[in-house]
């Protein structure tokens, strides 16, 4: 089931995130979380999005994201899944999804949730004793930064 356009609104901040398909791992080394990265600023470092907070866990991921203009988010989300899924699959020659589900996405509507978000996403590996298996971005609760 596709995620339909109209419930993405334009200054509105979402919590998108997925989890890999059968505890697959995701990123298996640096060079999976680089394509990863590569992915993530080639698609979302327009102007249209701003990247709040994210986490790359090995076998699921946490993006806060503000929809700056009337583009839904969604798009570039689902561009950089489908493109890290090819390369993991011509990688490890895989085949099909690598997920276990579609992009899965929660409007944040209250400001209270916001800040418990960006601290729960980057709380995310400390709870889960991943932390040497993980990449994180740092944020600031009082401002967006941009994917580097």
């Not at 059968?22 to 999976?32: A, G, V």
């Not at 099909?96 to 992009?103: D, K, Q, T, V, Y």
Request: aromatic share 16%; glycine share 4%; charged share 20%.
């Amino acid at each position: 089931m596709r995620l339909k356009s109209d419930s993405f609104y334009p200054g509105s901040y979402y919590h998108l995130y997925n989890h890999a398909a059968q505890n697959t791992l995701l990123y298996r080394d640096d060079e999976d979380y680089e394509k990863c990265l590569s992915l993530v600023k080639l698609h979302l470092s327009s102007s249209d999005f701003s990247v709040v907070s994210f986490c790359l866990m090995p076998n699921h991921y946490h993006f806060l994201i503000r929809q700056n203009s009337e583009c839904p988010v969604f798009y570039p989300m689902n561009r950089i899944w489908f493109s890290y899924s090819k390369y993991y699959n011509k990688r490890y020659q895989g085949m099909g999804s690598i997920f276990a589900g579609r992009l899965q996405h929660i409007l944040i509507d209250k400001e209270i949730y916001l800040h418990r978000l960006i601290v729960y996403i980057h709380l995310n590996p400390v709870c889960l004793h991943s932390l040497e298996s993980c990449f994180c971005k740092p944020c600031s609760i009082t401002g967006e930064m941009e994917v580097v």
